[in-house]
């Protein structure tokens, strides 16, 4: 049973629209920022921007901390002058700045190892182009996906894949709690460790559509809100953040062996056409288990699927959760 089609779920949600922002004149911009993402080289990066926003007479105000971040969040809330909040940073950092539902439009200097976020809106890695695209002010809508309580923009995963973000989190954190920089030969451990140790407990994905929904069962499952994921891997190449709609990709049956067989599929393409691998489009979807099964969101570790929770994990779209500076 396939929800509903690509090509309906655009008609049904109808054509978005960007909007352009007044000239940048007497106006500020925040500046979320992490100077432990990537190899460390966020510093440099937002000196730059801030230099070329001074050089066309826009503020820039830096925040560093989490403390700072709050402020700053909150001085953009009450102050119509603040044009946009810029993450400069990994994924993580965008991730950090959706969850702390910002008032003016994001953009995003990216600093980190992936940089997801950022790829698929095209941000270039130089604070000069970026301080362009906030200055040219072009502004379009993203849907959200909401988890409990935390929103992500690009997916969650449940299972094996959940199982090495896990791991690559704790091996980041330093002896005095520090997140280190990080690079992708630093995931080659995590892979292997889950590979011979991850059991893929089985999971049960409720589908609501309104009509009595759909019931699946997998080892593993995505729930995609835009088209990207690490290395490039096309695990949902149609979703589109602006439609009102998430993918939800199910891996069915476990092991490492079937896992590298998948991963195979999805380097081809060919994952979404095969037995043992289902695609829904959902607005709303719920997944469970009956053993603890660790979960991610946007790349970050986000907990693990409580038993004494009824339903598991909900996962539900925010249309329109957020406005984003596009190049």
Not at 229 to 255: C, E, H, K, T
Request: charged letters at 25%.
């Amino acid at each position: 049973m396939e929800l509903e089609t690509t090509a309906e779920r655009s008609a049904s949600h109808g054509a978005t629209k960007n909007r352009h922002l007044p000239s940048a004149k007497g106006q500020w911009v925040g500046v979320a920022a992490n100077s432990a993402s990537g190899r460390g080289s966020g510093r440099k990066v937002v000196e730059r921007f801030q230099k070329e926003l001074a050089n066309h007479g826009v503020e820039c105000r830096i925040a560093w901390t989490p403390l700072e971040r709050e402020e700053l969040l909150a001085n953009s809330k009450d102050d119509e002058r603040c044009r946009c909040i810029v993450a400069c940073g990994g994924d993580g950092t965008v991730a950090a700045l959706v969850n702390e539902y910002p008032h003016v439009p994001i953009a995003v200097l990216p600093a980190g190892t992936e940089n997801l976020f950022a790829g698929h809106f095209r941000f270039s890695r130089r604070p000069e182009k970026v301080a362009e695209a906030v200055l040219r002010g072009n502004v379009a809508p993203l849907d959200l996906g909401l988890a409990g309580d935390r929103r992500f923009s690009l997916m969650a995963g449940f299972g094996f894949d959940a199982d090495v973000v896990t791991r690559h989190h704790h091996c980041r954190i330093g002896g005095a709690g520090i997140m280190r920089p990080t690079n992708r030969a630093a995931y080659v451990e995590p892979v292997l460790r889950s590979s011979f140790t991850y059991r893929f407990h089985p999971l049960q994905i409720q589908i609501d559509d309104g009509n009595g929904g759909e019931t699946l069962t997998g080892t593993t499952a995505f729930v995609f809100n835009l088209p990207r994921y690490a290395l490039g891997l096309p695990f949902a190449p149609n979703a589109r953040g602006d439609d009102g709609w998430l993918d939800l990709v199910v891996f069915r049956d476990p092991g490492p062996f079937r896992a590298l067989r998948y991963l195979w599929l999805v380097l081809r393409g060919l994952h979404l056409r095969r037995d043992g691998v289902t695609h829904r489009l959902v607005r709303k979807v719920s997944i469970s288990a009956e053993e603890p099964v660790p979960y991610q969101l946007d790349g970050d570790p986000g907990g693990v699927i409580r038993l004494d929770e009824p339903g598991g994990v909900g996962i539900e779209v925010v249309p329109h959760g957020i406005d984003v500076i596009v190049p």
